[in-house]
Nanobody
Framework: QVQLVESGGGLVQAGDSLRLSCAAS????????IGWFRQAPGKEREFVAA???????TYADSVKERFTISRNNAKNTVALQMTSLQPEDTAIYYC?????????????????WGQGTQVTVSS
């Protein structure tokens, strides 16, 4: 079993940056693909970014060039560096782990989820 805990959310102004962290426990996730998702009020949860165990990364078009996903297998953590934040980035951000070597976008493809961390961007 894998437990995931997100941290680093908060209230920022448009143009600011935030760094989210996802800490895994229970077992090492170094061989897992890890994804970040977000869910805004009244909307479905959507894919943001993912990283494979080989550190191959992929991003949603809406965050490409602004967000960077990275992982530290020694610490069993995954980070999401977010820059140039905009009000439309406001959402609860979740990290998820997938017991597979390749990334995936559908939420149903992920086995473990954290509780989420709120990111609010004011204009």
């Amino acid at each position: 079993q894998v437990q995931l805990v997100e941290s680093g959310g908060g209230l920022v102004q448009a143009g600011d940056s935030l760094r989210l962290s996802c800490a895994a426990s229970g077992r090492t996730v170094s061989n897992y693909a890890i994804g970040w998702f977000r869910q805004a009020p009244g909307k479905e949860r959507e894919f943001v970014a993912a990283i494979t165990y080989q550190r191959l990364t992929t991003y949603a078009d809406s965050v490409k060039e602004r967000f960077t996903i990275s992982r530290n297998n020694a610490k069993n953590t995954v980070a999401l560096q977010m820059t140039s934040l905009q009000p439309e980035d406001t959402a609860i951000y979740y990290c998820a782990a997938r017991n597979d070597q390749v990334w995936a976008a559908p939420t149903s493809d992920y086995n473990y989820w954290g509780q989420g961390t709120q990111v609010t961007v004011s204009s």
